[in-house]
């Protein structure tokens, strides 16, 4: 139900009545800080506009809900593109827009980083929702409203803000360990983990390498001892990344260096995990010219620039 999903009561009870309104299309943007919680919010509206056992709510137990949850749902599409989704994808999405429904309900697309749409996509899309087809539901998820003046004109906007640490319940501190990040706090929170004890940044890698591997095991099998493996080996490698700021002024220039290709060798083969860790080593960095420096090379990973060198730079600026 909308009343479980911790803050935000003006956002939720906004949805609730876009539903007692009986919406037959629409277009949102939902936008905020919060990724994860972005996310949140647009399946919970689906699972309401799709519910068989609550009218203007959801129940998460009913097949439609419980496959929402699973991401199975017939009528969700979700659309991704860390480099911002393109204008083929757009136009995919017009073709299954102009078809009929699966489940004969309503069918909701979410598009997640718009903020980082190319002028091409965005006017695609703003093609797409001009007109939307009975039963299609648009929810363009964005870190912010940076996006075209014509496509917020076609939308209604929804603000999702960031939670506090009041909203969670845990201390300033511990909202700082996490970023704020609300998944890693929820599941924190859930599996009464301990961000007190220290750890060695000298053994950086195992977590980092157990946190990779246990997230591709998480894919294949939801299992709760994996997701509690995930965020206990998160926190390891978190509370490494703090011991190494710590200690930072006692370590040389060469064994930076070398730390540095460690952790990019640890995390070679997935980038969402080394920005991660580069985002959290970034936001102990209070000197705005060397965080810009860093930010300059972070945009370019995209590109060919290796993350050897990313960590390299990153560790010796510190
Ligand atoms: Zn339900």
Redesign the pocket.
């Known amino acids: 139900m909308f009343k479980d999903i911790v803050s935000n009561e003006e956002a939720k009870s906004f949805l609730i009545n876009e539903l007692k309104n009986g919406k037959k299309e629409g277009t949102y943007i939902f936008y905020g800080e919060d990724k994860e919680l972005l996310m949140k919010f647009a399946l919970s509206f689906m ?1 309401a506009l799709n ?4 009218e203007f709510d ?5 097949e ?2 419980l496959r929402v949850n699973t991401l199975t749902h017939g009528d969700l599409e979700i659309i991704e593109d860390e480099n911002g989704v393109k204008v083929e994808s757009i136009r995919e999405i017009g073709r299954i827009a102009s078809s009929a429904t699966y489940e004969g309900g309503n069918r909701v697309f979410i598009i997640k980083d718009c903020e980082k749409l190319k002028k091409e996509s965005a006017n695609a899309l703003l093609k797409m929702i001009e007109e939307p087809e009975e039963g299609n539901f648009f929810i363009l998820l964005s870190k912010n409203l940076n996006l075209l003046p014509t496509i917020k004109s076609r939308a209604t906007i929804v603000k999702i803000k960031n939670r506090s640490p009041e909203d969670f319940g845990i201390t300033l501190r511990e909202y700082k360990f996490f970023l704020g990040k609300g998944k890693d706090i929820e599941e924190y929170k859930k599996y009464n983990l301990d961000i007190e004890e220290a750890y060695s940044y000298e053994k950086l890698e195992e977590p980092i390498q157990n946190y990779i591997k246990l997230k591709k095991e998480l894919l294949e099998n939801k299992d709760s001892e994996i997701e509690k493996g995930l965020i206990e080996n998160k926190i390891k490698f978190y509370k490494g990344l703090i011991n190494l700021y710590k200690n930072i002024e006692y370590i040389d220039i060469a064994e930076r260096i070398s730390l540095g290709e460690k952790i990019s060798f640890s995390c070679e083969n997935d980038k969402i995990t080394a920005m991660e860790i580069c985002d959290y080593l970034c936001h102990f960095i209070k000197d705005f010219n060397k965080l810009e420096k860093i930010m300059k090379i972070k945009n370019k990973m995209g590109s060919n620039i290796s993350l050897k060198l990313m960590f390299r730079v990153l560790i010796s600026e510190l």
């Open positions: 699972k519910c068989k056992n609550e959801f129940c998460d137990r009913c439609s809900c």
